[in-house]
């Protein structure tokens, strides 16, 4: 049998239940403060966003809640992630995941070293130039609605105890 061939019939095999397990993109068509709005609020919902922008992360710092935020200084062409969400004495946080791997040091929280939190103004100030570079999305899964629960939780996922509140 082709490689070619093999190929087709693995992929016709699986192609049913593809169609059920899908997902979708959400563009957030805002600019500056409406657009950190709409980001904090998809990561409020438990959604990540995907973006470009040209405001660096040059390190990271910990705030006067002790939380590790991240230092904006200098320039750059990179993507980037936001997700998770937390509220610290008052304060909204959205959690940045760099791709660059672990160049932030771990915090006494033991985030990742790759990850800084992001305050409100400290979002405005990253996202000012996002829409230069295309319109963030946050993605959606999809799946088929099933009755039985019982598999979205098969281990239970720790949440890190050394996070603040």
């Known amino acids: ?5 093999f190929y087709f019939q693995g992929s016709k095999e699986h192609l049913d239940a593809a ?19 709409e980001i904090i609020q ?14 660096a992360v040059s390190g990271c710092t910990t705030d006067a809640n ?38 932030y040091q771990s915090s006494d929280e033991r985030e990742p070293a790759d990850m800084c939190w992001m305050s409100r103004p400290l979002v405005e100030q990253f996202v000012a130039s ?16 099933k009755p039985d629960v019982s598999h979205y939780v098969k281990t239970k996922i720790p949440f890190p105890v050394n996070w603040r509140f």
């Open 66 to 103: 002790g939380v590790k935020v991240a230092v904006i200084r200098g320039s750059w062409a990179h993507a980037t992630h936001f997700t998770a969400y937390r509220v610290v004495r008052g304060t909204e946080y959205i959690g940045w995941v760099n791709s660059h791997g672990a160049r």
């Open 130 to 145: 996002a829409t230069a570079y295309g319109s963030p999305y946050a993605v959606f899964p999809e799946s088929v609605t």
């Open 1 to 5: 049998m082709s490689p070619s061939k």
């Open 19 to 37: 169609k059920d397990f899908q997902s979708a993109i959400m563009f957030l068509n805002f600019k500056g403060k409406e657009l950190a709005d």
């Open 42 to 55: 998809c990561c409020a919902a438990g959604l990540s966003v995907a973006l470009g922008n040209s405001a």
